[in-house]
């Protein structure tokens, strides 16, 4: 089956997804993202990622372009028409397009708005997590907003491929002053020879991540020992067992730093219980949250569709006939677009 992408209202083949040449995520970087994890066709911790981008476009000064409910609903049909069941969903809102020029473009430019969809293999993630993975440390060279998620990634573009050539799956950035602020595309952890949980502070020289968010209160419902508070690459070192969190690897363990052991040198015990502990929690969030939308009228009617293999949605062509582009704009929303257009089934 193709993969399906969404652009500013329609949903359209992956390799035929374009945007405007002058984007300003192209030009400037001016845009935000957010990625989701999907596990059973279910958005992991979805209202936390979408809060997180509420604040990023906050930050930025870029208005939401549409309500987070039917943002919400783009995604689900995006799930649900590359029938993906497992991996994750990306979400880009830019400034717009418009003729270049540093400055913000006038309030007439409106957002444009991203997505697609991926597969993951679970079962070889687990593999992985089986085995642990390998960290490079680095001088973080980002600039001072890390807490914005923005498409601005050079820096941890480059510090990810530093990582690669030494054989090592993540890089662990450093600050001056030698305490790790976090993973080029994750948050970092260890666990102290006493057993306590430690993560960096959230600031602007960290990215609040989601995951992190959540396990802070799987950890604290669970009664251990939690400090929010930065850490050296030593103390990483001496520590019994050392972690990652993000959205696509939920829970990672890290064996080795710049290619000394940690602990024992393999997935420590905490880790895999707090992985599994965190996929229960969030996996069992997220379909109370499917369960509730689900049974909406129309999704029901979906997903009757899905379980006795009726065909779901008509082919791009058969769909641009008669659905004519829809531009986001604040009068209009996704639900609307939904309910009217292409996800309603009394029109098929
Ligand atoms: N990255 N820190 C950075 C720099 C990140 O890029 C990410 C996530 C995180 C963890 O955030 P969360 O738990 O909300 O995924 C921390 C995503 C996965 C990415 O860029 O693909």
Redesign the pocket.
């Known amino acids: 089956m193709s993969r399906i992408a969404y652009v500013d209202g329609r949903f359209v083949p992956h390799n035929a997804a374009a945007i405007h040449i002058e984007d300003r995520s192209v030009q400037f970087a001016d845009a935000v993202y957010e990625?989701w994890g999907v596990k059973d066709g279910a958005l992991l911790d979805s209202d936390g990622?979408f809060t997180r981008l509420e604040r990023s476009l906050g930050e930025l000064k870029i208005a939401m372009p549409v309500g987070r409910e039917a943002l919400a609903e783009a995604l689900f049909e995006l799930i649900r028409r590359n029938r993906l069941r497992n991996g994750l969903v990306y979400l880009q809102v830019s400034r717009g397009k418009a003729r270049r020029d540093h400055a913000f473009p006038g309030p007439d430019v409106k957002p444009c708005v991203i997505a697609t969809a991926k597969r993951v293999d679970f079962a070889a993630l687990v593999k992985k997590a089986e085995t642990g993975i390998a960290v490079k440390t680095m001088p973080d060279q980002r600039w001072a907003r890390?807490d914005i998620k923005t498409v601005s990634l050079l820096a941890?573009v480059l510090a990810k491929q530093a990582a690669k050539e030494t054989g090592a799956q993540e890089a662990w950035l450093t600050d001056r002053d030698g305490f790790v602020t976090?993973?080029?595309?994750?948050?970092a952890w260890i666990v102290t020879p006493e057993g306590a949980l430690v993560t960096r502070p959230a600031s602007n020289a960290?990215?609040n991540?989601?995951?992190?968010r959540t396990l802070i209160s799987v950890a604290q419902g669970r009664g251990l020992t939690f400090e929010e508070r930065p850490f050296t690459v030593d103390e990483a070192l001496a520590a019994r067992e050392a972690f990652i969190?993000?959205?696509?690897s939920m829970l990672m363990p890290v064996v080795t730093i710049d290619g000394q052991p940690v602990g024992n040198g393999h997935p420590g015990s905490l880790t895999t219980e707090l992985r599994t502990a965190y996929q229960d929690s969030a996996v069992a969030a997220a379909h109370k949250k499917t369960a509730r939308a689900a049974s909406r009228p129309v999704a029901r009617r979906a997903k009757r569709r899905i379980s006795s293999g009726q065909p779901t949605a008509r082919t791009v062509e058969q769909r641009r006939e008669r659905d004519p582009p829809c531009p986001m704009t604040r009068n209009r929303t996704f639900r609307t677009f939904f309910s009217t257009r292409s996800a309603s089934p009394r029109r098929r």
């Not at 976090?182 to 948050?187: D, K, L, M, V, Y």
């Not at 991540?209 to 992190?212: L, Q």
């Not at 969190?245 to 696509?248: E, F, Y």
């Open positions: 990625v990622h890390c941890n976090e993973g080029s595309s994750s948050n960290i990215l991540g989601i995951t992190r969190t993000n959205a696509s």
